[in-house]
């Protein structure tokens, strides 16, 4: 049962972000150092190292730690440099804190009357805790929430308590004036809804955005880039896809070779690259040619490291070597292969039917001609898929952003290919959400699309 707020007096306790602090320098300067962010606070003198100790252990009552003006000079500096987290609570517990993400920055005064959530703004429980957390990419702080009855000041417009002593008393008004004061409450018809640079951005976008980027929050613990998180706690996924138990299309060979030696020059490839929308189905994509087109742009290479161990690589780059994205081509029409959804095996330069065509293909085809001008019917879509776990088992916050640039990186090694093929090709900007977790059967967190594009023959007159 969620106990009403109520007035009771508020307490105000202060801890440390970050516990990590050190006194470096010719001088002996007090310096906090978490992640990419340092700040110097003077020469380091006992009584700050005694302070900083104490504010790192736990929470420490305010009043308290304020009550010498050498203190408090020293608490505001902390403060305004976004080193201190401030709990609010009452004699039977804390109701929140808020926890800075980088230095403060002052919101206009007075506090309006009415607020709004953020749209930016997200509630949500993070990995390994119980208590929500409330954050948005515009704001200069975190807010965790102990108890559930503030959650109800979350919705709709909420008019900010008249209250004499707000915002140091009544709760519902403190919480509301913290919320806005970090950025995540807004006034009503603010910002958000009538600036260009706000309206343009979706919620998820900016988040991802954010998120996918360093930043000062480094310093809050949680970790970002190659960190193999997950080394320890979980096996990592396996190179090679599972096979799939459909019948085994070997593809041909090409001659590496020979392709050097008669190749159009890259100049020549880079300027004739052009997405072709049109396919001639009198003379279709042959068996030959999409499986030299799979080879150049996807095949497994293996070779050998520096102490002789195995190393695997494509012909196109990916963070760490790590190569999550996967093929799957939607053959609608093709000399030598027969319709149906297959998977390439890039280590065996192979593919294996998932399914034949049926309702699940020709979703994925519907789509991919939503996406062109022309509502091609495409000889072949290559549907690309990321397996997640790859690249998440060792990058923190930011894979997925790894997966869409390695998509873009496979985007230009394809049209390189085919433009030198002479083949029709054209990337899509979207495609089907679901469909493909529906014909192979894996799971969407597991492995689901992330791109798409269309090859086939190239008309004569283009």
Known sequence: MIEPLTDAPLTERLSLVTSVYSAVGEDDRLRLVAGSRAETFGVAETWKRDLLQQLAAGPCPAAELAAQEQRAGFLAALGAGGWLVTEIGREKGPLYAVQPTRRPVPAPHPTPDRLLLSRFAIVHRERDERDLVIESPLAWARVHVHDPALLGLLTGEKPVPADPGAPARAPAARFLHDLYQCGLAVPVGGAED??????????HELWFHQRSRIGHRDRLGSGYGRTRWADGLFEPLPAQHEPYPGPVVPLPTPDLGQLRRVDPPLAAVMEDRRSIRA???DTPITLEELGEFLYRCARMRFGSGPEGERQLGRPYPSGGSVYELELYPVVRLASGLAAGVYHYDDHEHALR???????????????????TFEQLRPQVLIVVAARFGRLAWTYEQMPYSLVLKHVGVLYQTMYLAATAMGLAACGLGGGDRETLNEVTGVGYTHESAVGEFLLGSRPTAR
């Open 279 to 281: 396919h001639d189905d």
């Open 353 to 371: 039917l998932v399914r034949g065509p049926g309702p699940g293909m020709s979703r994925l085809i519907a789509a991919a001609r939503r996406g």
């Open 194 to 203: 009538e600036a260009l640079h706000l309206r343009q951005w979706g919620a």
